[in-house]
């Protein structure tokens, strides 16, 4: 069973930084993606930013120039750098683990969830 644990999460002002981190059980190169998802209350869980094997780079629209995901292979560790976070940025956010099939990224381990609340 994969496990996946994030950190990081907390309460921030707006305009503030926060990183999360993702710790991986297993090796993530063996995953075709690893991603960040987010969750507001009353909303669908939305992809965030995603990193696939091949070290490209894919973000929300929401998020772009704000956000970075990066990886450490060596660690098995997955990061969400966010910088300038907004009100709207307030979800919980979750690390997941993807495979690949014939509709793309299938995301198929999930961490717990950390909350991140951006207000002043």
């Known amino acids: 069973q994969v496990q996946l644990v994030e950190s990081g999460g907390g309460l921030v002002q707006p305009g503030g930084s926060l990183r999360l981190s993702c710790a991986a059980s297993?090796?993530?190169?063996?995953?075709?993606?690893m991603g960040w998802h987010r969750q507001a209350p009353g909303k669908q869980r939305e992809l965030v930013a995603q990193s696939p094997r091949d070290d490209t780079r894919n973000y929300a629209d929401s998020v772009k120039g704000r956000f970075t995901i990066s990886r450490d292979n060596a660690k098995n560790t997955v990061y969400l750098q966010m910088n300038s976070l907004k009100p709207e940025d307030t979800a919980v956010y979750y690390c997941?683990?993807?495979?690949?099939?014939?509709?793309?990224?299938?995301?198929?381990?999930w961490g717990q969830g950390t909350q991140v609340t951006v207000s002043s």
């Open positions: 297993e090796n993530i190169f063996s995953f075709n993606a």
């Open positions: 997941g683990a993807a495979t690949w099939s014939m509709r793309g990224y299938e995301y198929v381990h």
